[in-house]
């Protein structure tokens, strides 16, 4: 995947928005309002990605392309290079358990909110 489809596949989703809240490069991917991607778009090969903390351990010791993700919460988040021995598919699984991750800490309210989009 290229850091397009990356990002069209985000987008995709239900619920998503697009917002550049910190710089001009650094693209956030929300779910009702709540984080689940970041798109370096400097570098346009790497994004950082939510994940449960035991497969976050696990991923890292596995593919060379995921490590902890700087400036983030290290247990939680992990930064993968799609351009390194990540394939699509695995890629598309991490950014949907991302979004996965995110969505079962939504409040009732949020969750309702969520639910009621077509």
Aim: aromatic fraction near 12%; include cysteine; glycine fraction near 4%.
């Amino acid at each position: 995947m290229n850091v397009e489809s990356v990002r069209e596949y985000c987008l995709s989703k239900k619920g998503v928005t697009e917002s550049f809240p910190f710089d001009e490069t650094s693209l956030v991917m929300k779910v009702m309002g709540k984080m689940f991607a970041l798109i370096d778009l400097e570098k346009a090969n790497v994004i950082a990605l939510k994940c449960d903390p035991e497969r976050a351990f696990n991923l890292r010791e596995h593919y060379a392309g995921i490590e902890g993700a700087y400036h983030f919460n290290k247990k939680y988040w992990n930064s993968v290079r799609f351009d390194m021995d990540v394939n699509d598919q695995l890629l598309k699984e991490l950014i949907d358990h991302s979004y996965e991750e995110v969505i079962k800490k939504f409040t009732k309210k949020l969750r309702a909110e969520y639910d009621s989009i077509l």
